[in-house]
């Protein structure tokens, strides 16, 4: 299997690897295997689904390897942001016309919430919304139409708007094992391999093929 082919599945092209798409992107990190599904036009993911992402304001975005994202996710980064510090959020300053005159740009970065981070192993339900500057951890499932405005610890369900965490997928002695195995990182042909064990749920057969 290669991660940088656009289209992994040729009978269903509404199916992309994302790490193909994001080439050429300097403020995106796509690892391998992270795809997207959308019936309709899937290869302009980071045009459409991925919204305020100015390379002024210099955040990243980076997507973990072996992620699933659904149709009309959206993922809105710092650039959607008003600075709020002020009596007003009115964006002035991007109309020009003299309004631009003493409004100082430190005033909406010192507002920046940093890097938007979805961790490996991630499945995002179709139409969720995540905001910016929020790490979601290895493993974690967002639900459909979640609102994700807060970090997103790993192996975590997570629903409603806001996303509240719904329950863990495992107890916490299993995940920190999983967090140690990162099957994700595994040369390809070992997790080819293993395939039973990673997508099982025996976790000595999963640390045995370490």
Known sequence: MNPDILQPVPAHPRIVFLRPLAAGR???????????????????FFDDNL???????????????????????????????????GFSTFPFNIFGHGWED?????TSAAENRGDTVIGPDVWIGSEAWIMPGVTIGAGAIVA??????HDVPPYS???????????RR?????????????WWDWPV????????????????ALETAR
Do not use: Q, W
């Open 157 to 167: 369900v997570v629903a409603g708007n806001p996303a509240r965490e719904v329950r």
């Open 26 to 44: 300097a403020n995106v990190d796509v690892g391998p295997f992270s795809y997207y599904d959308d019936p309709a036009t899937p290869e302009r």
């Open 51 to 85: 919204l305020h992402h100015f390379d002024f304001v210099g955040d990243r975005l980076r997507i973990g390897a072996f992620c699933a994202f659904a149709t009309g996710i959206r993922i809105v980064m710092n650039g959607a942001n008003h600075a709020m510090g």
């Open 144 to 149: 459909a139409k979640a609102v994700v405005t």
């Open 189 to 204: 042909d070992r997790i080819s391999r293993n395939l039973n064990a990673i997508r099982g749920a025996d976790l000595a």
């Open 102 to 106: 003493g409004f100082d740009p430190a």
């Open 170 to 182: 495992f107890d916490d002695p299993t995940i920190a094992r999983l967090l140690d195995i990162a």
